[in-house]
């Protein structure tokens, strides 16, 4: 999976951040699945820590986090992938038996419905309250108009794209 923090590389969005730094994103998985294994996890030079039920208030808890530190709510932004920078990291999810394309489309059915969530939380940002955790929101259709993307959701896009694609390369 890569992921990026695009803060400052696309049209402006909320307070118009340029500088800030991605300390890590969650997201629900669709069931069945045949759950989180630490084993399956292999760490990036940033994420290095996978969390299961992973709290993020006041978007509640989320089925799986990925995060520069254990404390996915705040703590010290030092290990947290700054602007304009990659990471890679991969892990394994069993999905109990479906094919890799039923997969993928429960994902985009979840994120459309609302049934499942996705959210990106930044830390010093140069912009508005200094921190934010932002929900993805829709996921899977077009924008009407691309400029109005918020940078978080195309690092999930992105995120959940490459997990699909990994997905339907194992199968």
Do not use: H
């Amino acid at each position: 999976m890569l992921i990026r923090n695009t803060t400052g590389e696309l049209a402006s969005f909320g307070s118009g951040a340029t500088a800030s730094k991605l300390t890590g994103i969650g997201f629900d998985l669709i069931t069945p699945n045949g759950g989180l294994f630490a084993a399956n996890f292999s760490a990036g030079a940033y994420f290095d820590t996978m969390i299961a039920n992973a709290s993020l208030p006041p978007f509640g808890t989320l089925d799986l986090g990925i995060a520069d530190n254990t404390n996915f709510v705040g703590g010290n932004a030092n290990g947290a992938l700054p602007e304009g920078t990659e990471d890679t990291l991969s892990m394994k999810i069993g999905f109990n038996g479906l094919s890799a394309l039923d997969v993928e489309n429960a994902f985009k059915a979840g994120f459309n419905d609302g049934s499942l969530n996705y959210v990106a939380r930044f830390i010093q940002v140069n912009a508005g309250e200094g921190s934010d955790k932002l929900n993805g929101g829709e996921c899977c259709g077009e924008p009407e108009n691309p400029q109005e993307v918020p940078e978080p959701s195309t690092v999930m896009l992105l995120s959940l794209g490459l997990i699909g694609f990994l997905l339907r390369r194992k199968s």
